[in-house]
């Protein structure tokens, strides 16, 4: 399938390269994604998936290599102009939630990256259970809460890119569900979403292609269409 | 902010047995040669400089080996160090002079005082950690400080004056100038080898480990507290030492011995000289009264010079001078 | 009125008029402790630049343009030295704190320390060190007012109000805003802000030369009270200390209170017995340390 490839990219990695301090832990990745596409990234613990979206994020001592985004080279910029000129919004792994903001302060927290933010109305909208704890400290939410205020949180900025780090970890089956259901919404509005994912089962029907990452380097790629006759591999590729 | 991973590490580079045996062999011949420098440098003092200069230089450079035990060798900035100098100098003033006790036990007197206060001054600063425990040693001492100030015996501002410097042993006339500078320079030298063996006893070596990583050593099972607890007692108790000696020295106790601004002055030497190293708070002693000495002439100026001294080496020198050799010679430990 | 119930509360408003200044002070150390996790010696010398600033204003700054008639008076200096110690302020942390971050906090405490007795060398030099009264109070705050118990110094008054005001509008900033939640937020998580896209190193530039305007804030105050010398903030900076080890730099709220809560009980030690009144704080930080380790308001670490 070579369908991606005639479009342009819209986040294009190349040969990426990262450190936490002395240690080298990214040693090459390659990945494209075109507009309103979904790509998740599969692999064990410490492969290097959340460290790639770190990378991007510029929240690795340093990096070397190329990250466009619509053709505009980030690699060199300063951590702080990422998120605004990218138009990024990320959501960590350890969810990000301010314990000492309350959580209309969390979500009000990211500065605007475009015009075509999401209403808190709209907010609450699409996730009910945080307009009844509006008022309340981060500390005090539940798992649930604290990962729909993270993805609220960066609804609300106008990002277009969203970077999801393991969005489901250690989350009830039915948020699990509720979540699926956002993340296919927001592909349907067109979003452009990289999942870091260990649940395959819930980002196999979302994605279009998934990057296999181990020991810091992109070592399969499968898209979405060859899923079912590349099992074998994948089951060889996740298992502990 | 939240990147304070690699923190110890930076605050001395002393690391023992690290290295292929060539190293460690280089690393004891430069050890023996500033040994070596060291006590001819105490013996032919005398017949250089001003005998009364050089046990200032000695009453320091101990004071300062004394906190690098701490500092350089525990992980802890106390701020309060000079009440353990101060403090010692005047109960051992106060028992040479109105007790009558001899040198040695006014020595001892002041030196017990201050191995007490820090048990006391240690006990409750270690109820917090890091930063929290400089200010607390700081305030604690500020108490001390006070207290001198305030107490009857003391001489309040004028300071504990005419201390008999008396007969050590009963029959060493310590008002001979040589008699003085020698026992001054054994007490010294005594001082600074069990410093010495301190830092390289298995009790140092836990020392270091909690200096490194607190919470691995307290997982190793080491009750880090008592550790912690017993190298500040040492330390002040060595500090008193210092203090009581410079006290007899001196023949007089004052309040700078006691004030804030001489604790910085002890964290300067250390800091300049090169935070847990063995030589370096000695070195440090030797450059920044050296300095003192030579800018007494233009006043106030000097606090500046010193404060100016800190600023740069904590921002460009943070090995200080002996750590900077021990780096261009390549060596762990000097 | 029972004379001993007076004599304690007059005694405890003065000691309320020193509290203005732990509180102001404490509120500044933590303001800047939470972002830049700094314990900033120089605090004490900033409160007195800001104190000299006032003074040379009043008594020198006409003198230096050529003007001698001209004297920069209480109210425009009460704006003008807190900018100018903020401005200072700003430039410790833009060209020599911001290289320590990554490293142990004792060392940021060590360059502060180095700061304060430049500063404080620098102004023992031109000044007495003994100190010089502030002649610029302002006519309308002279005199006394009668508070029922005592005859108070109307500008004594005002200095009380005026800072549980600045104080409280602190808090409000801090706890209630869209720039304090930014703030806390840094204080949590720098790193996650920072790729929120808010620019983190500039934030931090402002909190400090913030914290240290309020102190620059608390010496324009104290000009008229005490007399303006080099040495004023080095012996309070040691008080404020014992403070923050009281009240535990987590809680803006907790600052304040226990600043002016320890000015009180200072003052009403005067009356019991006066030589304990310059250290019972540092008692009852000794207190507080045995039966409550992390500070009245500390969080558990």
């Known amino acids: 399938m070579s369908t991606t490839t005639l479009t342009k990219p819209m986040l294009k990695i190349e040969n990426l390269h990262a450190w936490y301090g002395e240690s080298h832990v990214l040693h090459g990745i390659n990945l494209e994604l075109a507009e309103g596409q979904l790509i998740t990234l599969l692999g064990r613990n410490g ?34 102009r990422i998120t605004p000129d990218g138009r990024i919004g990320f959501c960590p792994e350890e969810r990000g939630i301010f314990a000492s903001l309350t959580v209309e302060e969390n979500l009000m927290l990211p500065p605007a990256v475009g015009a075509d933010g999401m ?70 509005r067109g979003y452009t979403i990289v999942l870091v994912e260990q649940n395959f089962r819930f980002a196999a029907p979302l994605a279009d292609r998934h990057y296999v990452i181990e020991h810091g380097e992109v070592i399969d790629t499968i898209e979405s269409a060859d899923v079912e006759s590349s099992m074998d591999r994948l089951n060889h590729y996740l298992s502990v | 902010m939240q990147e304070m991973s690699n923190t110890t590490t930076d605050i001395g580079e002393f690391e023992e047995n690290t290295g292929e045996p060539e ?58 160090h000079a009440a353990f100098f101060g ?116 009790f140092g070596q836990v020392l270091l480990a909690i200096r490194e990583n607190e919470p691995r050593a307290l997982s190793l099972g080491y009750n880090v507290d008592r550790f912690k607890l017993l190298a500040f007692v040492l ?100 | 009125m029972d004379p001993m119930i007076r004599l304690i509360l007059a005694q405890g408003m003065l000691g309320l008029n020193n509290g203005v200044f732990y509180a102001m002070l404490s509120l500044g150390l933590a303001v800047i402790f939470g972002l830049l996790n700094v314990v900033n010696f120089a605090h004490g010398a900033l409160y007195m630049l800001g104190a000299f600033l006032a003074l040379i204003l009043y008594s020198y700054a006409g003198a ?37 971050y990554k490293l142990d906090p004792i060392y940021s405490l060590l360059l502060t320390f180095g700061v304060t007795l430049v500063l404080q060398g620098l102004f023992i030099n031109f000044f007495n060190a003994s100190g010089t009264p502030y002649p610029g109070m302002p006519e309308s705050l002279r005199g006394v007012v009668n508070l029922g118990f005592m005859m108070f110094p109307k500008y004594r008054l005002f200095v009380i109000i005026f800072s549980i005001i600045v ?55 104290a000009a008229p009270i005490y007399s ?33 809560a320890l000015g009180l009980v200072e003052g009403i030690t005067k009356v019991f017995y006066a030589p304990a009144a310059n250290t019972v704080i540092f008692l009852l930080m000794v207190i507080v340390l045995l039966v409550r380790p992390n500070g009245l308001f500390g969080r558990q670490s």
């Open chain 1, 47 to 80: 492969a290097g998936r959340s460290t790639t979206l770190r990378s991007i994020m510029g929240m690795v001592d340093r990096r070397t290599g190329s990250i466009a985004i619509n053709g505009e080279e980030f690699i060199t910029k300063p951590a702080h």
């Open chain 3, 167 to 221: 104080c409280f509008a602190v808090w409000y900033m801090i706890e209630r805003t869209r720039i304090g939640s930014r703030l806390r937020a840094g204080t949590e998580n720098p790193e996650l802000v920072k790729a929120f896209g808010i620019n983190v190193p500039l934030m931090v530039m402002l909190t400090f030369g913030f914290g240290t305007g309020l102190a620059g804030l608390a010496g324009v105050l």
């Open chain 2, 87 to 202: 403090g010692a100098a005047y109960i051992a003033g106060h028992a040479l002079k109105v007790w009558g006790f001899p040198p040695l036990l006014g020595i001892a007197t002041g030196t017990l005082f201050a191995a007490a206060l820090g048990w006391a001054v240690g006990s409750l600063a270690i109820r917090r950690q890091g930063i929290y425990f400089a200010m607390i040693t700081l305030a604690l001492a500020q108490i001390v400080y006070f207290l001198v100030l305030q107490l009857p015996f003391t001489g309040g501002e004028d300071g504990l004056q005419g201390i008999p410097r008396g007969h050590l042993l009963g029959f060493i006339d310590l008002n001979q100038p040589l008699a003085m500078y020698y026992t001054v320079a054994a007490i010294f030298l005594i001082g600074f080898l069990v410093i010495y063996r301190i830092i390289h006893s298995p």
């Open chain 3, 64 to 100: 230096w343009v050529g003007l001698d008639a001209l004297h920069i008076g209480f109210w425009p200096a009460l704006i003008l030295a807190p900018l100018l110690v903020a401005c200072f302020g700003m430039l410790i942390e833009r060209f020599m704190l911001r290289r320590l």
């Open chain 2, 23 to 80: 190293h460690r062999t280089r690393s004891r011949i430069w050890q023996g040669i500033f040994w070596v420098a060291l006590i001819g440098f105490l013996l032919i003092a005398p017949a250089l400089l001003y005998p009364v200069f050089v046990m200032q230089l000695l009453c320091f450079a101990l004071f300062a080996a004394a906190f690098n035990l701490l500092i350089g060798f525990t992980g802890l900035l106390s701020f309060g």
């Open chain 1, 119 to 188: 209403s808190i109305e709209e907010l609450f909208e699409m996730f009910p259970n945080l307009a009844n704890v509006r008022k309340r400290m981060g500390t005090r939410l539940s798992g649930g809460e604290q990962q729909m205020l993270a993805i609220a949180r960066i609804l609300r900025t106008g990002a277009r890119l969203l970077l999801l780090d393991e969005i489901t970890e250690g989350l009830a089956p039915v948020i699990v569900k509720t979540l699926g259901r956002v993340i296919r919404d927001l592909k349907s």
């Open chain 2, 235 to 334: 330390s002040a108790a060595l500090a008193g030492l210092a203090g009581s000696t410079k006290a007899l020295v001196f023949q007089f106790a004052s309040l700078t011995d006691a004030h804030w601004q001489m604790s910085g002055e002890v964290i300067l030497m250390t800091l300049l000289g090169g935070m847990g190293t063995i030589f370096g708070p000695v070195v440090g002693a030797f450059v920044v009264v050296a300095l003192q000495h030579a800018l007494s002439g233009i006043g106030s100026w000097v606090q500046v010079v010193i404060g100016g001294t800190f600023i740069a080496c904590v921002l460009l020198f943070r090995r200080g001078i002996v750590g900077e050799l021990a780096r261009l010679l390549k060596i762990n430990s000097l």
């Open chain 3, 228 to 260: 303006v010398s080099p040495l004023m903030g080095a012996n309070l900076i040691i008080v404020i200390f014992a403070v923050v080890v009281i009240g535990g730099m987590g809680s803006i709220a907790g600052a304040v209170l226990t600043g002016f």
